[in-house]
């Protein structure tokens, strides 16, 4: 069946630059999380929408990030005035939420983000 | 706050050797563990998953992991790798209750395994 889809597969804008990637989740999981994996930092939580809920930005690193989720499923990170240290892949998961235990995260292929 | 720790950042093995490798966290709820495979060009994808109940995990492929509450361990391992198993391994912890929440991974470790 279809997996996590992200797009772009590969952007690369110049510093300064605004850029929206978009995460369209595994149908039927109503959890979403975005991750971020660079050189040095490792793979790092962002934020997460679990249904309704508010989302945890807890993760986000400074207000240039910000995320939603329209209609409970597409989901578009927007990066503003992009900087050389946002360069990265930036991973989507998604996952069930319901009563069934033991639900892994669904990672996709991620978008890998150059800053010039 | 929440971590994990993993202490092999690149393995380098031959073909039939065994596997382990190490993994730690710190987190004060309820532990979910899993394990994280990334082979080369591909996405994440669960090797195996701990939430309760036998501490033995068996996962896919012939990898399993222990965990050791006392000693806040998760470690993975295969008795006969292959080259196929050349990949990049990360282990993580859900935090949050319910069935749902964030992962905090460790920093993964590359294992190239020698044909």
């Known amino acids: 069946g279809a997996g996590v889809s992200q797009s772009p597969s590969n952007k690369v804008t110049e510093k300064g630059k605004d850029v929206e990637l978009r995460c369209d989740p595994i149908?039927?999981?109503?959890?979403l999380y975005w991750y971020r994996q660079s050189l040095g930092q490792g793979l790092e939580f962002l934020i997460y929408?679990?249904?309704?809920?508010?989302?945890?930005k807890s993760g986000l690193p400074s207000d240039r990030f910000s995320a939603e989720r329209t209609g409970g499923s597409v989901s578009t990170l927007t990066i503003q005035r992009t900087q050389q240290e946002d360069s990265a892949v930036y991973l989507c998961a998604s996952s069930y939420e319901d009563s069934r235990p033991n639900q892994p995260q669904h990672f996709g292929d991620g978008t890998r983000l150059s800053i010039l | 706050a929440q971590s994990v720790s993993q202490h092999n950042h690149h393995v380098i093995l031959s073909e039939a050797a065994s596997l382990e490798l190490g993994c730690n966290y710190s987190y004060g709820g309820t532990v979910n563990l899993f394990w994280y495979v990334q082979y080369p060009g591909q996405h994440l994808q669960l090797l195996l998953k701990?939430?309760?109940?036998?501490?033995l995990v068996k996962g896919i492929k012939g990898f399993e992991a222990e965990f050791i509450k006392s000693k806040f361990s998760f470690n993975l391992r295969k008795p006969s790798v292959q080259w196929s198993d050349t990949a990049e391994y990360f282990c993580a912890v859900k935090v949050g209750s319910g069935n749902t929440g964030k992962l905090i991974f460790g920093q993964g470790t590359t294992l190239q395994v020698k044909p």
């Open positions: 929408f679990q249904g309704n809920s508010a989302p945890d």
């Open positions: 701990y939430f309760s109940g036998d501490p």
């Open positions: 149908s039927g999981h109503t959890a």
